[in-house]
């Protein structure tokens, strides 16, 4: 049974840092694209980052691209964002998703597997 746990949100003021953990389970990822999204409330989900699991290869959304680092550790099989100069509207539930097609990873649909997501709250 495939399972990808996040962990690592919380509460941070403005201009602080967090790194999410997105630990995953239940089968070999090694051909595997791993992404990171988020959704505010009201809002649709929204691309984040994404990284390829066998070369660490990554994208990212032009919005966080000079703030969020994505990474991964094989030997752990976990994923990292690791998220600096957070601002307010950073402010959501960040998930972990796991697919196995490099087309469409900016997009939600693109993604096989999902974890249940850790909130980040930044205050101003």
């Known amino acids: 049974q495939v399972q990808l746990v996040e962990s690592g949100g919380g509460l941070v003021q403005a201009g602080g840092s967090l790194r999410l953990s997105c630990a995953a389970s239940g089968r070999s990822f090694s051909d595997y694209f791993m992404g990171w999204f988020r959704q505010a409330p009201g809002k649709e989900r929204e691309f984040v980052a994404a990284v390829t699991w066998s070369t660490g290869s990554s994208l990212r959304a032009s919005s966080v691209k000079d703030r969020f680092t994505i990474s991964r550790d094989n030997a752990r099989n976990t994923v990292y964002l690791q998220m600096n100069s957070l601002k307010p509207e950073d402010t959501a539930v960040y998930y972990c998703?796991?697919?196995?097609?490099?087309?469409?990873?900016?997009?939600?649909?693109?993604?096989?597997?999902w974890g249940q997501g850790t909130q980040v709250t930044v205050s101003s």
């Open positions: 998703a796991a697919a196995r097609s490099q087309y469409k990873l900016e997009y939600a649909s693109g993604y096989d597997y």
